[in-house]
Structures are given as C-alpha cells and as structure tokens.
C-alpha cells in the first residue's frame, strides 16, 4: 500500500543521501572551500546537497507513519553529526539552532504545504477543480 512505497522510497533516499554526503565531506577538506570557513561552507553544502536528496518528492508523501518520521529524523541527525564530526551526545535541538537547520520533519511539512499550495494556486487543473466542488458556497 502507500506505506509500504512511502517506506521503500524514504529507504532509497536514504542509501542516496548517505552516498552524497560521504562525497561532499571529502570536498569540504579541499584548502579553497575551507578558505570561506569550514561551519559556513558545510551547512551551505549539507543544505544544498544532502538535504534535497533525502526529502526528494517528500511533498507526497501523504500517509507516512510517525514511526517512520522518528526514523527518518534519526538518519538526518546521524547524517549532520557525521558531517559535521559533532559528538554524539550533543543534544539535537542545540546542534540545529547553532547550525540553523530544521528538523526534516519540519522541512518536510513545508514541503507539503507548498505542494498543498501549488495544486490550489492551478486556476485549469483537474485536481483544484475536483477540490472546489466540496468548497462551501
């Protein structure tokens, strides 16, 4: 059913996600990209390259159970400490603001809402018409 797809497509993410990052950090260690600073460097590059990859086409997943948002927020935060050589007892909540990152949770409820957004915003699409029908007059 959707969960079962839900749970092999946030697999598969996953496995892609960890590949990712294990090459940005190599290239985080090159002198020229350490030269703008190693922290502001890897949260652009964790941003823009291992975040994305984890949470594609995470706007539809509609139906996923909070026991695989726990997981899924596990791997991220196994993922941010391994990039960023952060020791495992440090508490999570304090690693995210210091890094000025969200929760994928987070991330990916944004997500959903602009997909929400777009479907609405479509003046001829099927889907907004079908949606307006049971709009109240």
């Known amino acids: 059913g959707v969960e079962d797809s839900i749970r092999r497509t946030i697999e598969e993410r996953e496995k ?3 590949s ?30 291992i975040t994305p990859v984890l ?7 509609f139906g996923m159970s909070k026991n ?4 899924l927020e596990q791997t991220y935060r196994k993922m941010m400490y391994c990039f960023f050589d ?3 007892n440090t508490k999570y909540e304090a690693v995210l603001s210091e890094l000025g990152l969200m ?15 777009r479907i609405w915003n479509e003046e001829h699409d099927w ?11």
């Open 55 to 61: 949470t594609y086409s995470s706007d539809c997943w």
């Open 20 to 49: 990712k990052l294990f090459m940005v950090k190599r290239l985080l260690r090159n002198p020229a990209i350490q030269r703008n600073g190693y922290l502001r460097s890897g949260i652009t590059l964790f941003r823009a390259a």
């Open 16 to 18: 892609k996600a960890w």
């Open 68 to 71: 695989m948002m726990k997981n």
């Open 86 to 88: 952060i020791p495992t």
């Open 103 to 117: 929760k994928i949770e987070n991330i990916i409820a944004s997500q959903k809402i602009c997909f929400i957004n």
């Open 127 to 137: 889907v907004n018409k079908q949606l307006t029908i049971f709009e109240p007059l």
